[in-house]
């Protein structure tokens, strides 16, 4: 059994772990703007679709100029499992989102750190491009978002949401410029 001061020193504990945790994730959860909710359009990862003008995939690559967002290089860069992590993207040029689809397997491999890194990664890179980004799996259930606001000047305020195992309001995580 607990003495009563050992259950004080607890309680006081969770209490001011509390106290200090939820105005931050508050404020966190305020300073970028909702993730898009729309699911992911899986019938422009088929192999022979036609995709509209204002959709990039891992496959397109323009001859005439560069392709944005320009997101080869981050690929090649976070090179995970042989580069078998990555199954493609999709860039919505008009909504300025990237949605990356990542394999199942790979994907339960990594810990927190890693899934929180791979977004991290390709989330800067297409901040560069005021993209925000999602992670689904190849059963487009998602993953992970990285979002910013684009609105304020200087850096935007970003946030990382990472889903999978944490329960459907996920971890956020600020971006500290």
């Not at 959709?55 to 042989?82: C, H, K, M, R, Y």
């Not at 990664?121 to 491009?129: E, I, K, L, M």
């Not at 978002?145 to 850096?155: A, E, I, K, P, V």
Request: aromatic content about 12%; some cysteine; proline content about 8%.
């Amino acid at each position: 059994m607990f003495s009563q001061l050992g259950l004080f020193k607890i309680c006081f504990i969770g209490i001011s772990s509390l106290l200090l945790i939820t105005p931050t994730a508050t404020a966190q959860r305020n300073s970028a703007p909702i993730p898009s909710l729309v699911p992911l359009e899986t019938e422009f990862l088929e192999p022979d679709t036609i995709l509209p003008p204002n959709i990039v995939t891992a496959n397109t690559i323009s001859q005439q100029n560069i392709t944005i967002p320009s997101l080869w290089w981050a690929e090649e860069q976070f090179d995970e499992f042989g580069g078998k992590l990555l199954v493609n993207w999709l860039a919505y040029q008009d909504k300025q989102r990237v949605d990356l689809v990542v394999s199942r397997q790979p994907w339960t491999l990594l810990n927190y750190l890693e899934r929180y890194s791979f977004i991290n990664h390709f989330g800067t890179v297409a901040r560069d491009y005021n993209y925000n980004v999602r992670v689904f799996n190849d059963r487009a259930e998602p993953l992970a978002t990285y979002t910013c606001d684009y609105t304020t000047s200087g850096l935007p305020s970003c946030e990382v949401l990472i889903f999978e195992g944490l329960g459907p309001a996920g971890l956020p995580v600020q971006r500290i410029p």
